[in-house]
């Protein structure tokens, strides 16, 4: 059965269905749980007004079927009233009524409430989305493109399709146009990966796209943006002539403004998160002074320079979007219209470095941005967050509740979810590791280690941390069992012994991989959903969403959570885990050297404010102690 309904002389597909289960005898208090929702249908509220709801409907489809129908039907109607006082219908019969009714079918239109054309399932899946109207849908399918659906649970792909077709049959009606790119089924058509090179050209020569279907007036310019790798722009704009060009022999072969940024790039390879972060600077850069500015990257000034600062606190909305592929049309270069200063003082300076590097090489003549100030930050007492570390209540009744749900009888695939989750916490929050850390930690870099005794084995691991300095971590028991659950899940023994020639083996790795090409192109699945052999380990982002879905829903169904602790919960992430630690570790007296090394922190100074943050909550618990203390010895004098 369609997920989406029609309206058929004003009642939709599950009125129809409600009035035929009513005519079949079904008890009017079943009807409303199975068809309607009470929050939006009142009507559905007790038996006595549904049946009453029902009754009226049936006797509009009988009233219109004797007015449009065939006039054997209308007799056949008209007598079942005389002789019985209501019409007495079988299935054959109520599917005449209801032909003829179709005669008056109602359209759609973008303010219709999503409950009145979907099925009550599908229609709180949406609305749990914030989607109300069909116009907010359609709005919700062209910003988020051809995946839209992946973020409504229990919406997949084949109902996302019959929902998207629906809403193309009736843009007329509902004003309003579907996006191109936005699935339907028919993949043939969806440009889901933009072509191999793309090129962009200033936002003079784009054509006004309307963007729906009889709106009037104008829309704003739809423009062309491509990641660096795939970019490519007008010979009059790739800088081959560019005014700023150095005459001197030039240290790289770069024929224009693009080859020379990715040889400045290429510098990086071996870093991927400098790369990712300059990559980022320098392809927003390219793109706003083609698109926007309509300069070569080597004609710029300090004028120009000064703009983009400018550009910076506001960028173009043209330029903004929600975080999709690289490979998508979609892909946008800014996910915010409103950077912080940090984040405009660090393009400032990145792009700096990188006109520095390419004056350096001979490419260009001189560097405007060293005329450019930074822009003005203010400075924070402390960089780190450490405010989103768990108190150490919530962090021991966390684990808890981890150990609860990894050990449940249910759905497979789900303890496995949480056996995964409860090691990476206890990795980072245990062991003090970052995420990209806990990422790349392998089997054979975890051993035991020649500073336990029999009674007290110590575990150690060694990471490559932060400007790929290496360094040992202990590892806790109950770290080394999660880990060891979640081994025997990958079908591997964890204490087997280490194979010295090959000793690869991410500590952390998915279980069960997702039934889409990238998930399978990356590790190597073809058939079976779990990998026992060649496994790759989770990608830093793949360990932070997971944590987060996971909490998420420990936040909506733990027992015995405080509102403030559920909000606590609700905003950590993986790397509060490494605080975590960081502030328990100090608060245990653990000294301030020793949570250094941990934590590998290139300065002591750094590891200091945990035990400032700890002084802060030693300070407000005593301050408590004497308002409790000061009230007590108020009450006691009023007694006496």
Not at 313 to 341: H, Q
Not at 611 to 629: C, D
Request: net charge positive; with cysteine; aromatic share 6%.
């Amino acid at each position: 059965m369609s997920e989406v309904l029609t309206l058929t002389y004003g009642y939709t597909a599950k009125d129809l269905a409600a009035v035929r289960a009513y005519v079949q005898r079904v008890a009017p208090a079943i009807i409303a749980r199975t068809y309607y929702d009470v929050d939006e249908d009142t009507f559905a509220a007790t038996p006595s007004t549904m049946e009453r709801h029902l009754r009226g409907m049936l006797d509009g489809l009988v009233r219109v079927a004797i007015e449009q129908g065939s006039p054997a039907l209308a007799e056949h109607l008209r007598a079942s009233v005389r002789k019985h006082g209501e019409p007495k219908l079988t299935a054959v019969t109520f599917r005449m009524v209801t032909e003829a009714a179709t005669l008056a079918a109602a359209a759609p239109h973008a303010s219709h409430s999503i409950g009145r054309w979907f099925r009550p399932r599908v229609a709180s899946r949406l609305k749990g989305e914030g989607i109300a109207t069909l116009g907010a849908l359609i709005a919700f399918c062209n910003r988020r493109g051809g995946s839209w659906w992946r973020s409504i649970p229990r919406i997949g792909a084949g109902r996302a399709a019959v929902i998207v077709a629906w809403l193309r049959r009736h843009e007329t009606q509902l004003r309003l146009r579907v996006d191109a790119d936005v699935s339907d089924g028919n993949y043939a058509r969806d440009p889901m990966v933009a072509a191999d090179v793309v090129e962009v050209r200033p936002a003079g020569t784009y054509q006004v796209d309307a963007g729906g279907v009889g709106q009037s007036g104008s829309a704003p310019v739809r423009l062309t943006l491509t990641p660096l790798e795939r970019m490519a722009v007008p010979h009059g704009l790739s800088g081959i002539d560019g005014e700023n060009r150095s005459v001197a022999f030039c240290y790289i072969q770069a024929r224009h403004d693009l080859e020379a940024a990715r040889a400045y790039l290429n510098k990086y390879r071996d870093q991927p998160k400098t790369l990712r972060a300059y990559t980022k600077e320098l392809e927003r850069f390219l793109l706003w002074s083609v698109v926007v500015r309509g300069k070569a990257l080597s004609s710029l000034v300090v004028d120009d320079c000064e703009a983009y600062k400018d550009f910076l606190k506001k960028p173009d909305p043209r330029f903004v979007g929600e975080r999709f592929s690289r490979s998508s049309p979609r892909w946008r270069p800014f996910a915010s219209e409103n950077l912080s200063p940090e984040s405009q003082r660090y393009a400032t300076r990145a792009l700096r470095a990188a006109f520095t590097w390419l004056v350096d090489v001979r490419y260009l003549a001189g560097n405007p941005w060293k005329a450019v100030n930074d822009p003005k930050i203010v400075q924070r007492e402390t960089a780190m967050q450490i405010h989103r570390a768990l108190p150490a209540d919530l962090w021991r009744r966390l684990r808890d509740e981890l150990d609860k749900r990894c050990g449940e009888d249910g759905d497979p695939k789900l303890g496995m979810q949480w056996r995964v989750v409860r090691a990476a916490l206890l990795l980072m929050g245990d062991s003090g590791l970052r995420r990209e850390e806990a990422a790349d930690a392998q089997r054979g870099k975890l051993r035991v280690s020649i500073y336990g005794t029999l009674e007290r084995p110590v575990w150690e691991l060694t990471v490559i941390g932060k400007r790929q300095k290496e360094r040992t971590v202990p590892v806790s028991i109950a770290t080394l069992e999660a880990l060891k659950a979640h081994w025997a899940d990958r079908g591997r023994d964890f204490m087997a012994p280490i194979d010295l020639l090959n000793p690869s083996g991410p500590l952390l790795s998915p279980v069960t991989i997702p039934r889409t090409p990238a998930s399978r192109a990356k590790h190597g699945a073809k058939h079976d959903q779990r990998i026992n052999e060649g496994e790759q380990g989770y990608s830093a982002d793949g360990i932070n969403r997971l944590i987060s879905r996971m909490l998420t829903i420990i936040v909506e169904t733990m027992d015995d959570l405080s509102l403030d602790e559920r909000v606590i919960l609700g905003s950590v992430n993986a790397h509060a885990m490494r605080h975590t630690f960081g502030t328990q570790s100090v608060a245990d007296e653990v000294p301030v050297d020793v949570v250094q090394k941990v934590l590998g922190h290139a300065s002591l100074q750094t590891t200091s404010i945990y035990v400032q943050a700890e002084k802060k909550r030693v300070l407000e618990e005593v301050a408590g102690y004497y308002a409790r203390r000061a009230e007590s010895a108020t009450t006691g004098k009023r007694d006496n």
